[in-house]
């Protein structure tokens, strides 16, 4: 009885090895931690402000470089649809190559002259139940996110800044809303940051790309392109991404080949 029995078992497994493994599906938390909190992080902007050196935010800076790292390995590859939503943000994020993602109002000169990149906190993915992607809607397709989305980037990590909750909130606070209108001067000019907001914004920028809201009294924090969402095929074999590149957006289709996502095609849609 237990020969025939030790004999089936060999044979399941035997079976087994041939047959497709299914993807973890257990749910693996970030681990992430802040080290400050946001007033811990205001006082040190604003104390850091009132010094008269003129690298004087630069410790603050290697700090947050420091103490804020990507996402553990476990996280990015628990499921193949998590997996895949890390590659596809790999491969295509190119803040300092725009012009390989379409043609853009500022060139490829957005992101220059600044010491570090800045990665955006949350993304929206898509998995659609077939391969059309026109089969997409914002408002009743099934979406799902990631917060505190670190991933790594094809870019030097000493440069590469994730931006968190605490850090977002601080810098906001730090940089304020002193504004134009929208339009002042002419109608096509968007609002621009002045006051006591614009010298605090002229000291940032030599540190990380702040771009100052179109419409005035907000600030895009995190380096362009920033990624709305990435839709997937059913399959997770091609990729749809909707993104800005400053005041403009674009679309770009990626494709995996075996295990490596290529971009097929990129372009600017439309302009604030």
């Known amino acids: 009885m237990t020969r025939h029995f030790l004999i089936a078992i060999f044979f399941l497994g ?8 299914k993807s973890n599906t257990v749910k693996v938390n970030d681990a992430y931690k802040p080290t400050y909190t946001v007033s811990q992080l205001i006082d040190k902007l604003e104390h850091t402000f009132r010094q008269e050196h003129p690298d004087r935010f630069y ?3 290697i700090d947050w470089n420091k103490n804020v790292q990507p996402n553990f390995d476990n996280f ?8 895949s939503v ?3 943000y790999k491969e295509f994020y190119k803040p300092l190559d725009l012009l390989k993602l379409g043609e853009w109002e500022w060139g490829n000169k957005l992101n220059s002259e600044s010491k570090y990149v800045v990665i955006q906190n949350k993304i929206f993915f898509s998995v659609l139940p077939d391969n059309n992607f026109e089969d997409f809607d914002w408002e009743k ?10 991933p790594p980037i094809n870019l030097d990590k000493n440069k590469v800044l994730y931006l968190t ?3 977002a909130k601080s810098i906001n606070m730090f940089l304020g809303t002193e504004s134009t209108l929208l339009g002042e001067g002419n109608i096509m000019n968007p609002s621009r940051a002045e006051g006591e907001s614009k010298k605090r914004y002229d000291v940032l920028r030599t540190y990380i790309p702040i771009l ?16 709305s969402i990435v839709i997937f095929n ?9 993104f800005r590149v400053g005041y403009q957006g674009g679309e770009a289709l990626l494709e995996r080949n075996n295990n490596e996502w290529i971009i097929k095609e990129s372009k600017a849609t439309w302009i604030e």
Not at 14 to 21: F, K, N
């Open 76 to 83: 990015i590859n628990q499921n193949d649809t998590i997996n």
């Open 86 to 88: 890390f590659s596809v």
């Open 59 to 61: 410790d603050f800076f």
């Open 234 to 242: 059913k399959d997770l074999t091609k990729a749809k991404i909707d």
């Open 14 to 21: 035997l079976i087994s090895c041939g047959q497709p493994q």
């Open 141 to 150: 397709s099934k979406k799902d996110s990631l917060v505190n989305f670190r």
């Open 165 to 167: 909750d605490e850090y």
């Open 212 to 227: 100052h809201g179109h419409n005035g009294g907000y600030w895009h924090l995190q380096t362009h392109p920033d990624i």
